[in-house]
């Protein structure tokens, strides 16, 4: 069974930065994208980012200029870095693959928790 591990996520203070890891094994062999999800409480899970094969990334209007994800291929991780947190983003925060074959269908990891509070 493929694990999704996230990990980075603490409190930080608001206009602070963060980088949150994802680590999936098996990720970059077998050419997969990835998602990075959060979720705050008492609310729906919200798209955050991806990043294609290929290396081409996007985001969500509401993180565009603060956020940005990349890869790490010889590790098999994705890093989401934030700056210039703000409340809002407090959220646990979880990483999907993407695509198919392989890529597709795995289990949601455990999250990592991002408080932005002062």
């Known amino acids: 069974e493929v694990q999704l591990v996230e990990s980075g996520g603490v409190l930080v203070q608001p206009g602070g930065s963060l980088r949150v890891s994802c680590t999936v094994p098996?990720?970059?062999?077998?050419?997969?994208?990835m998602h990075w999800y959060r979720q705050a409480a008492g609310k729906q899970r919200e798209w955050v980012s991806s990043?294609?094969?290929?290396?081409?990334?996007t985001y969500a209007d509401s993180v565009k200029g603060r956020f940005t994800i990349s890869k790490a291929k010889a590790e098999d991780t994705v890093y989401l870095q934030m700056n210039s947190l703000t409340p809002e983003d407090t959220a646990m925060y979880s990483c999907?693959?993407?695509?198919?074959?392989?890529?597709?269908?795995?289990?949601w990891g455990q999250g990592t928790q991002v408080t932005v509070s002062s």
């Open positions: 999907k693959t993407t695509g198919g074959g392989w890529c597709w269908g795995h289990a």
């Open positions: 098996g990720f970059t062999s077998n050419g997969c994208g």
């Open positions: 990043i294609s094969t290929d290396g081409i990334t």
